[in-house]
């Protein structure tokens, strides 16, 4: 185990929610400005976070999880990995931990887990209080995204035999390339070691099925982007070859309130690529909310 997957590691503990146990690490839990929920994305988990947690956490506590299916969480065999079962698993943390107010910052998947809780807000469902949220680099409009060959296989009739010929090797070609800054070997060696942990690699193809979720409840969760009335961050990094620009400018628009930051040189990960810049932009939307 390297020192950034032994440090994250030792700093969380295990949740029981419903269906499993969530990884969890809370920093500066004696704050007392909103909590900041972190929603990670595929095929990675909240590790991709780690680095910025701290300077996001100065001022709030910030609660980092893995969803299930992912990272350090349990990964079971059988389950659905839907985005309303990984929103029900955000909600009963929440609920566990007793916070009844938080903001939100999500990327990629947890872009759609995020769309899901702004929908049952819509609808009077959603049992605690939004104070502000925060896109980074997410395919919300996936008919707009440019999937990587990986995931078009995974999604495909022969995902099932993709996924057996999966290693640590090719998983770590396909992540490099969403990268615009080169990631160094080490740390694509802790998202590998993270993604393959309890037979990871073999719930690919059920934990991507997000995607065709995204395509089949479009209306729901893109209508409720437009009646979210409270601020909203889209801090995207513009090299991104899969959540493309175009998704960022337009998800700006969608909300009422959208404010667009755009990381020039930057891809997929703006967390990782540009940590400093992401946390401080991240820190001061959310600050600004606080006052």
Known sequence: MDASLESYARGGEYVAVRSGRLFVTTLNAEATGTPLLVLHGFPTCAHDFFA???????????????????GLSDKPARYGYSLFEQADSALE??????????????????????????ARRARGLLPVDL?????????????????TFGQRALLSPLGRAFAK????????????RVFAKKPSAELLRTMSD???????????????RYVEERRRFAERWHGAL?????????????????????????????????????????????????????????????????S
């Open 52 to 70: 910025v947690a701290p300077a996001l956490a100065k001022r709030r506590p910030v609660v980092l999880f893995d969803f299930l299916g992912y």
């Open 93 to 118: 943390l929440l609920a566990r931990r007793g916070i009844r107010e938080v903001d939100v910052l999500a990327h990629d998947m947890g872009t759609s887990v995020l769309c899901e809780l702004l």
């Open 131 to 147: 104070r502000s949220i925060a896109f980074t680099n997410g395919s919300v409009f996936v008919e707009m995204a440019s999937l």
């Open 165 to 176: 010929l999966n290693n640590r090797a090719s998983f770590e070609v396909q992540l490099r």
């Open 194 to 208: 993270l993604a393959e942990r309890s037979d990871g690699f073999s719930r690919f193809p059920s934990t991507i």
């Open 226 to 290: 437009a009646t979210w009335e409270k601020p909203a961050l889209v801090a995207w990094g513009a090299l991104d070859p899969v959540a493309v620009m175009p998704i960022g400018e337009k998800l700006a628009r969608t909300l009422p309130r959208g404010e667009l930051v755009r990381f020039p040189e930057i891809g997929h990960y703006p967390q990782i690529e540009a940590p400093e810049t992401f946390a401080t932009v991240v820190s001061e939307f959310f600050d600004r909310g606080e």
